[in-house]
């Protein structure tokens, strides 16, 4: 099966020899199957390839993938249901996006809105603090997160250190965390 080895970077896209390549096809992708290092995908167009990459990546809209053979597969984020989450002021919401970021859920910040996946649970919860929450369609780009360029772990892995990670989910609900990490905290 033919493989796609690398990512083009859309402003890559035509200049050097890795860009330079023919686009083939195009591939339309959700944010979650803009995730990946190894699945078998299907362009728009028929064409059918392995997605071979050395290590997981965030494919973006308008970044190409480039086949063993020179060729090109554009790259397209699909529209996906969200939630356009706003607030009556600056302050307001400062609150919600705590309250959003306090759930892990993946978002994606714009001047113009808070966007999240749609789930009628979070959107109660957004109302109920005095936000709105409408329902759109439109691709999901949400922030990568503060380990997006380097490693990035789970809940329950191991590397120890003398002091705890503990946080707070709501009022009376703080726990103590199930993992710990081997790194120097200079100063601590």
């Known amino acids: 099966m033919l493989r796609a080895t690398r990512i083009i970077r859309r402003d890559a896209i035509g200049r050097g020899p890795d860009g330079s390549g023919e686009i083939v096809d195009r591939i339309v992708l959700d944010h979650g199957d803009r995730h990946r ?14 997605l071979d990459l050395p290590e997981p990546a965030i494919l973006e809209d308008g970044d190409a993938l480039a086949l063993e053979d020179g060729r090109l597969v ?36 714009t001047d113009e809105a808070v966007y999240i996946a749609e789930d009628h649970v979070l959107a109660a919860m957004v109302r109920g603090l005095g936000g709105s929450a409408e329902p759109v369609t439109r691709p ?24 705890g990670h503990a946080h707070a989910h709501g009022p009376g609900s703080s726990h103590e965390p199930r993992h710990a990490h081997a790194h120097d905290h200079a100063g601590d």
């Open 140 to 163: 999901f780009r949400p922030e990568g997160g503060a380990y997006a360029g380097g490693h990035a772990h789970g809940s329950s892995h191991a590397h120890g250190h003398p002091h």
């Open 37 to 50: 290092r190894r699945l078998a995908m299907r362009g728009v167009g028929g064409l059918g390839f392995l």
């Open 74 to 109: 554009w790259v397209e984020a699909a529209p996906e249901r969200l939630l356009a989450i706003r607030a009556p002021s600056p302050l307001a919401l400062q609150r919600l996006i705590w309250h959003i970021g306090n759930r892990h859920i993946p978002a994606e910040l």
